[in-house]
């Protein structure tokens, strides 16, 4: 069974940092595109930035320019850097395969890690 743990996250002011991490137990990341996802009060879940097997990257434009997707398939670990964060970052975010259904079926979300943007 796949497990997705994400953390990381917390409560920062405008302008400021977070690196989320997030580790995969049963199943190698390494043959597939990963992804992290965010879910903001009210709204539906979606796609922050993805990262191929082979490390090309893409962003969402909200996301461009701020943050930074990486992965390490030894680790099995996919991290998220933040920077230049602002209120409407503000979230629950999730890193999951990409799409989520990369493998077959959808792998169950993780619990998340609340990414809090306030002064």
């Known amino acids: 069974q796949v497990q997705l743990e994400e953390s990381g996250g917390g409560l920062v002011q405008p302008g400021g940092s977070l690196r989320l991490s997030c580790g995969v137990s049963?199943?190698?990341?390494?043959?597939?595109?990963m992804g992290w996802y965010r879910q903001a009060p009210g709204k539906e879940r979606e796609l922050v930035a993805s990262?191929?097997?082979?490390?090309?990257?893409y962003y969402k434009d909200f996301a461009k320019g701020r943050f930074t997707i990486s992965r390490d398939n030894a680790k099995n670990t996919l991290v998220l850097q933040m920077n230049r964060l602002q209120p409407e970052d503000t979230a629950v975010y999730y890193c999951?395969?990409?799409?989520?259904?990369?493998?077959?079926?959808?792998?169950?979300w993780g619990q998340g890690t609340q990414v809090s943007v306030s002064s």
């Open positions: 990262i191929t097997r082979l490390g090309s990257t």
């Open positions: 999951n395969f990409y799409p989520p259904n990369a493998r077959g079926p959808v792998v169950s």
């Open positions: 049963g199943s190698m990341i390494g043959s597939y595109a």
